[in-house]
Nanobody, 124 residues
Framework: VQLQASGGGLVQPGGSLRLSCTTSGFRFDVYALAWFRQAPGKEREGVSLITASDGSTYYVDSVKGRFTISRDNAENTVYLQMNLLKPEDTADYYC??????????????????WGQGTLVTVSS
């Protein structure tokens, strides 16, 4: 099983990034997918979730209206489009997969597979 996040980088406040998480080794279409982030000195935070069943999406309040999660079951990839980025969005961003379903608010222990992070730095 592999989950590989990419797309992070340095961006100015107000800018955009699109994160991708490519996966392999498990049946992607029956897994809920989520993005987490962990800022320096802070606990890991669940940012967004997309379900397996009907593609419903959920967002933590701090990113609502700015971030969009999506999935491509044909490509086994989940995305996080991040717009209007703020310095407080600076963090390592991780993708994770939960078999069949997952709760909202996110519960980390429901996730079966985790990827490596991609660093997002929002700074002028």
């Amino acid at each position: 099983v592999q989950l590989q996040a990419s797309g992070g980088g340095l961006v100015q406040p107000g800018g955009s990034l699109r994160l991708s998480c490519t996966t392999s080794g498990f049946r992607f279409d029956v897994y809920a997918l989520a993005w987490f982030r962990q800022a320096p000195g802070k606990e890991r935070e669940g940012v967004s979730l997309i379900t397996a069943s009907d593609g419903s999406t959920y967002y933590v309040d701090s990113v609502k209206g700015r971030f969009t999660i999506s999935r491509d079951n044909a490509e086994n990839t989940v995305y996080l489009q991040m717009n209007l980025l703020k310095p407080e969005d600076t963090a390592d961003y991780y993708c994770a997969a939960a078999y069949l379903g997952a709760s909202w608010p996110i519960k980390s222990d429901e996730y079966d597979y985790w990827g490596q992070g991609t660093l997002v730095t929002v700074s002028s």
